[in-house]
């Protein structure tokens, strides 16, 4: 009987888990991120966060520095959430930053402000 209640309590808890929408895995989110920055990222800031993408370029404003680690310092998370969300313009940056909070879901922002704070934490 003891055994029988354990199993559903696990069940129970399983159940609950996934309908809350368990989070994923750290890795996982990481790799989600990884995927986003390549998409709609690299072509301006390039693979490594230099600001050296293939587009950079074109651009009147260089890309920011994301390997910087002095300047990244001093923006928030808030911030840099609110700029891949947003746009540059609103945290007063260059209008040749585009928003991605048409296509980004703010879990998916936040895997990425995550994944941009990471080219300072592999120094």
């Given at each position: 009987?003891?055994?029988?209640i354990?199993?559903l309590?696990?069940?129970?808890?399983a159940a609950?888990?996934?309908?809350?929408?368990?989070?994923q895995s750290?890795?996982?989110?990481l790799a989600g991120?990884?995927d986003?920055?390549?998409t709609?990222?690299?072509k301006c800031?390039?693979a490594?966060?230099?600001?050296?993408?293939?587009?950079a370029s074109?651009?009147?404003?260089?890309p920011g520095?994301?390997t910087?680690?002095?300047r990244?310092?001093?923006?928030?998370?808030?911030?840099?959430?609110?700029?891949?969300?947003?746009g540059g313009?609103?945290?007063?940056?260059?209008?040749?930053?585009?928003g991605f909070?048409?296509?980004?879901?703010?879990?998916?922002?936040?895997g990425?402000?995550?994944?941009?704070r990471?080219?300072?934490?592999q120094?």
């Amino acid at each position: 009987m003891k055994s029988l209640i354990a199993r559903l309590s696990i069940l129970a808890l399983a159940a609950w888990m996934i309908a809350l929408g368990a989070p994923q895995s750290r890795a996982q989110d990481l790799a989600g991120a990884k995927d986003d920055y390549r998409t709609l990222c690299v072509k301006c800031h390039g693979a490594s966060g230099k600001g050296d993408g293939p587009a950079a370029s074109t651009l009147a404003t260089k890309p920011g520095d994301l390997t910087d680690c002095a300047r990244m310092a001093r923006v928030s998370d808030d911030v840099v959430f609110k700029v891949i969300k947003e746009g540059g313009p609103a945290a007063n940056l260059s209008e040749q930053m585009a928003g991605f909070g048409e296509g980004l879901d703010d879990s998916e922002i936040k895997g990425l402000v995550g994944y941009v704070r990471s080219f300072c934490q592999q120094k």
